[in-house]
């Protein structure tokens, strides 16, 4: 159900609705002047891309750090290509996930993370192609106190020629 959270000035911190003990639905946070603070919507629990944040004067926030994508090739020695994902965020902890959909349901697999990167490792035997669409959701930790989810896709094409 519905929950509220105050300041200690009895300024009202945030509106959330839960379901299951996790946030789903439309999150609102304000400032301790009660202006709105950010809108997010969640589900079960994870906060989901589209995030709102707005300074204390109203003005709307629409820069966020980018996730960059790189690819380290070990093709003559390894037969593998690593996908690093790196975020050049001010704010650490950084979480990466590998979305997959499968019956209408999406699955999330956590990717580790150090110091705001991870990568996926893929194998590609000699005379193969591999040609895979990945979909990628970022959790970036912003200045203000909320999760900026941002979904990316990468379309990695390698062939292993050895």
Known sequence: G????????????EHSNFEQGKKHGL?????????????????????????????TDGTLITSYPDVQFREIVYLADRNRVDLELSC????????????????????RTYLISENNASALQYYVKPGETLNEQITILAEIPTELGNIYARELQYKLLVSNTE
Not at 2 to 13: L, T
Not at 27 to 55: I, T, V
């Open 2 to 13: 519905p929950s509220i959270r105050y300041y200690r000035n009895g300024q009202v911190f």
């Open 27 to 55: 999150s609102r946070k304000y400032h301790k002047d009660g202006s709105l603070l950010s809108e997010c919507e969640f589900e079960n629990g994870h906060a989901m891309p589209g995030l709102k944040e707005y300074k």
């Open 88 to 107: 050049k965020s001010t704010v650490n902890g950084v979480k990466y996930y590998l979305l997959a959909k499968s019956n209408e349901e999406i699955s």
